[in-house]
C-alpha cells in the first residue's frame, strides 16, 4: 500500500519512542497521510529483545500505543495528547530486530474527551505482526506538563520530507 504524506509529526529529546537523544529509545519518525492515519518508522535494535532476534511483546505495545494515541493530533494539532484508557493487544508473528519496521494508527471514534483508535506494527514484508486498539483521553499537553515544553523538549522533527511511504514493500526506501 502507498499512502501519501501531508505532514510530520514533532519529535522530541528525551521520550522512549521519538526522542533524538534518548540512546535506548526508538528515535521514531511519524509521519501523517492524506487519509489521516499516521505511520511511524523505526529500527529497533538488539537491546529490545526478549528471544533471540525477536522484538520484547512491551516495546511492540509501546510504539502502538504511542501512534494510536498520536493520531488525535491530526484534528487537533501538535498540543493534543492522547493519554491511555485502556490498549489491548494482538500477537500474531514475531518481531524481528534490526530492521526498519512501520507502525500506522487511526481514530475509529471521536467521542469528545475519550478517543478511540486502532493500529498495526507491520513487518518489511507486509505482515501484519501486532494489531491493537486502544482508548485514549484528550489531554492538552500543558494538562500533563508543568511548564513550556516546546523547543527544548518538543520539536519540529529531523525526518525526511516524504511525499509517500509504501509499507509492504522492502525497497520503498
Known sequence: MKFDIVNRQNISKNCFVCGIENDLGLKTKFYETSSDEVIGIFTPNEKLQSYPNVLHGGISATILDETIGRAMMIKDGKDS???TVEL???YRKPVPLNVELKVIAKITNDRGKLVEGIGKLILPNGDVAVT???????????DIVDGEIQGEEWMESDAKDLKTIKIGDENDK
Open 81 to 83: 495528547f492522547g493519554v
Open 88 to 90: 489491548t493487544m494482538r
Open 132 to 142: 491493537a486498539k486502544g482508548k485514549y483521553m484528550r489531554k492538552n499537553i500543558k
